[in-house]
Nanobody, 118 residues
Framework: QVQLVESGGGLVQPGGSLRLSCAAS????????MGWYRQAPGKQRELVAT???????NYADSVKGRFTISRDNAKNTVNLQMNSLKPEDTAVYYC????????????WGQGTQVTVSS
């Protein structure tokens, strides 16, 4: 069992930055693909970025060059640095953990609101 707790959301003006953090409890953190997803009102949840234990990353086209995902396997944390934020980035952001081998082991955080508005 993995529990995920996000923090760092808030209100920011267009062009600003925010850093989201996700703290994971449980064992075998390095065995999980960690990711950030988001869901805007009236839309489906979508992938933002993922990171493997070794550091390989994947980003949605809409955030490439603006967002950076990172993880610290020693501290069981994953972060999302968001720069040059746009109003269309407004959403609830969720941390996700999916085991690389046992993919049925899939966990979600409670979400943190990010609002980009002037």
């Amino acid at each position: 069992q993995v529990q995920l707790v996000e923090s760092g959301g808030g209100l920011v003006q267009p062009g600003g930055s925010l850093r989201l953090s996700c703290a994971a409890s449980g064992s075998d953190f390095s065995g999980y693909v960690m990711g950030w997803y988001r869901q805007a009102p009236g839309k489906q949840r979508e992938l933002v970025a993922t990171i493997l234990s070794g550091g390989a990353t994947n980003y949605a086209d809409s955030v490439k060059g603006r967002f950076t995902i990172s993880r610290d396997n020693a501290k069981n944390t994953v972060n999302l640095q968001m720069n040059s934020l746009k109003p269309e980035d407004t959403a609830v952001y969720y941390c996700n953990a999916e085991h690389m081998v046992f993919t049925h082991l899939n966990y979600w955080g409670q979400g943190t609101q990010v609002t980009v508005s002037s």
